[in-house]
């Protein structure tokens, strides 16, 4: 559920998936709060999601809760600015309650061309997991089966990444 009315936004979402796991299903469910105000050519937002994953017996496998806050400005018409901050409070991991908690720091900068043309600087730094939060229960096994995992390496306890471009829309 989603509001937007003038400077202010905010949206409340539940999601719940029961994939297959192996030989049974497991059930993950996600509930989140979130909100952005906007003013003139800066906007702020922010959010929290509180989660839980449990296998077919119903056993915990992983229970988070998950925060967020982020800021775009818009320097110029053709320069947009953006700065978030995730952390995740791993309250339980397969049992274990003293899991390192992960936090991510994100930059991006564009420059536009043209309503569809522009250059692009994505930059992330992430502490306790990979980039995008990834080495956790779920999406860390996903990815990998995916084979598009920015898992941290064996011995390693954080990762950064940095990618340029261009893009264009049709």
């Given at each position: 559920m989603?509001y937007?009315?003038?400077?202010f ?11 297959t796991i192996?030989?049974?299903?497991g ?5 989140s ?11 702020i937002?922010g959010?929290?999601?509180?989660g ?11 229970r ?19 700065l978030?901050?995730?952390y995740d409070?791993i ?6 309650t ?8 994100a ?9 569809r043309t522009?250059?692009y600087l ?10 995008t939060?990834?080495?956790?229960a ?17 011995g390693q306890s ?6 340029i471009?261009i893009?264009?829309?049709?």
């Open positions: 989603t937007l009315g003038g400077p936004g905010a949206t409340v979402g539940y999601d719940q998936w029961n994939p192996g030989t049974g299903n059930t993950v469910k996600k509930a709060v979130a909100g952005s105000y906007t003013y003139g050519p800066a906007k937002m959010g929290y999601r509180w839980q994953q449990k296998n077919a017996a119903d056993v915990l496998i992983q988070d809760d998950f925060y967020w806050i982020g800021a775009n400005y818009q320097v110029t018409p053709a320069v947009g600015l953006t978030e901050y995730n409070n309250k339980s991991l397969f049992g274990d003293h899991v390192a908690n992960p936090w991510q720091v930059f991006i900068a564009t420059y536009s061309f043209s309503k522009d250059v994505s930059t992330a730094y992430a502490k306790n997991a990979g980039l939060m990834e080495s956790l779920t999406t860390y096994a996903t990815s990998l089966s995916l084979g598009q995992s920015y898992a941290l390496a064996n954080s990762m950064f990444g940095a990618a471009g893009r264009h829309k049709f």
